[in-house]
T-cell receptor, first 116, second 109 residues
Framework: GAVVSQHPSWVICKSGTSVKIECRSLDFQATTMFWYRQFPKQSLMLMAT?????????EQGVEKDKFLINHASLTLSTLTVTSAHPEDSSFYIC????????????FGPGTRLTVL | GENVEQHPSTLSVQEGDSAVIKCTYS??????FPWYKQELGKRPQLIID?????GEKKDQRIAVTLNKTAKHFSLHITETQPEDSAVYFCAASRDDMRFGAGTRLTVKP
């Protein structure tokens, strides 16, 4: 089946630094990738929709200048958390759709970000 | 935008009993309704999905029903087992996917 990888799986950083998270579709081309954020014991909240070759579409309340998304190819999307603060600590999960395929989303394993 | 509500938030059943989780959605144009199982600290795993042109779908012990008129869909797990214990999320999708708040299912042996 379709496999989505994420790197790193966890990261600890100091407040004020920037962190980049990579999301890759390993065996398929993904027209669209999605970035979610999940706080402990809560649901997945869509942050942004990332389309290859175009600007990401951000959900209301998500700061696009703080959460930079780049979808440079059909197999790679990156999320950069700029000037991270403790309240940005969360579980970040990406997902991808098959290009020209169904609505099924395949999720990456997630990245746990802890900002000290 | 789409709004998905999920109930109950927690559910505890005895092994062998059935479990039912219900969701409602607001956008009548939503056409895809997946259910995900998430274990602690891991990615959501798709367990079953249904599209708007189908009313019911079954896969072994798991079934999903969809009522488009009422805009609600349900997950049914029969003969529950301890390994079914997890958090379950429903979702509704048209252009992007919106998740319900989740149901923590505990199956007691």
């Amino acid at each position: 089946g379709a496999v989505v990888s994420q790197h790193p799986s966890w990261v600890i950083c100091k407040s004020g630094t920037s962190v980049k998270i990579e999301c890759r579709s390993l065996d398929f081309q993904a027209t669209t990738m999605f970035w979610y954020r999940q706080f402990p014991k809560q649901s997945l909240m869509l942050m942004a929709t990332s389309n290859e070759g175009s600007k990401a579409t951000y959900e209301q309340g998500v700061e696009k200048d703080k959460f930079l998304i780049n979808h440079a190819s059909l197999t790679l999307s990156t999320l950069t958390v700029t000037s991270a603060h403790p309240e940005d600590s969360s579980f970040y999960i990406c997902s991808a759709n098959l290009r020209g395929g169904t609505d099924t989303q395949y999720f990456g394993p997630g990245t746990r970000l802890t900002v000290l | 935008g789409e709004n998905v509500e999920q109930h109950p938030s927690t559910l505890s059943v005895q092994e062998g009993d059935s479990a039912v989780i219900k969701c409602t959605y607001s956008d009548s144009a939503s056409n895809y309704f997946p259910w995900y199982k998430q274990e602690l600290g891991k990615r959501p795993q798709l367990i079953i999905d249904i599209r708007s042109n189908v009313g019911e779908k079954k896969d072994q012990r798991i079934a999903v029903t969809l009522n488009k008129t009422a805009k609600h869909f349900s997950l049914h797990i029969t003969e529950t087992q301890p390994e079914d214990s997890a958090v379950y999320f429903c979702a509704a999708s048209r252009d992007d996917m919106r998740f319900g708040a989740g149901t923590r299912l505990t199956v007691k042996p």
